[in-house]
């Protein structure tokens, strides 16, 4: 199994503090690009491999004081700030998630759920008439702003419009004393053209089960435990749909 790349960590840190902070405001994108994502017929759904199961510990950090304030998502990520000066926990975050992947892989096999992610929303836009293609690139980086970040192996197709996804999860626990729970975060950004948005947003799965009082037994409960992550993420699918495409909520409101 290849190893987690170290670069990864504080770029996971800081995803999950955006996962907590207040979304981008899509309706209003939402009304002012009405006309043009309505005319979207022909979709490139861009997505990135990933088969890796992250597991973040705040236990001993001064953050873990902070979890009832920030919920988490956000205590999580306030870590990311912090990380330069707390070796010790990145370090640990990246130890535990080393071997909670190779877990997960070795019960289960390696399956790529982004992948299939980037399946089920275009089955789903394509029953709406629309035609859809995949393309598989590197995970957009560079900026906490997908729309803004950039993979060397995304060169948008002339004729298509971009729906760029960028996925996260994993197992977090706010303090020393509280579990280990499954959190899911979905970034979405429609695009008409390189750093040229209709629409974006991100979606959060904070899920209630399971839980794990220690990373023993997270570890032990590799299989159940990815699988509980996975679906999370797959339960996402109807509302990136929703948020992108359904202009219903508009005239709710």
Do not use: W
Request: glycine residues 6%; positive net charge.
């Amino acid at each position: 199994m290849k190893k987690i790349k170290s670069f990864l960590f504080p770029m996971f840190l800081s995803l999950f503090l955006l996962g907590c902070a207040t979304a981008p405001p899509h309706l209003a994108q939402k009304q002012a690009n009405r006309s043009a994502i309505e005319a979207t017929q022909r979709i490139e759904i861009f997505y990135h491999p990933d088969q890796d199961y992250p597991v973040l510990d705040a236990g001993g950090s001064s953050y873990a004081g902070l979890s009832g304030l920030l919920g988490p998502i956000g205590m999580i990520a306030g870590l990311g700030a912090h990380a330069a000066s707390k070796t010790t926990m990145v370090d640990r975050a990246r130890s535990r998630s080393a071997d909670f992947t190779k877990a997960v892989h070795d019960a289960s096999g390696t399956h790529d759920f982004t992948e299939q992610f980037a399946q089920n929303l275009a089955e789903q836009l394509r029953l709406t008439g629309r035609e859809v293609k995949l393309t598989k690139i590197e995970r957009p980086t560079g900026d906490a702003v997908l729309s803004k970040s950039k993979a060397r192996d995304m060169m948008f197709t002339p004729g298509y419009t971009a729906l760029v996804l960028r996925t996260s999860k994993s197992y977090v626990a706010e303090s020393a004393t509280s579990s280990y729970r499954p959190v899911v975060i979905v970034e979405f950004a429609l695009m008409s053209g390189p750093q040229q948005p209709l629409i974006e947003s991100r979606l959060s799965n904070i899920l209630s089960k399971p839980t794990y009082i220690t990373y023993s037994g997270l570890l032990d409960d590799a299989k159940q435990a990815a699988d509980a992550l996975d679906n999370g993420l797959l339960a996402l699918v109807p509302q990136v749909q929703r948020v992108v495409f359904d202009m219903n909520e508009l005239s709710s409101r």
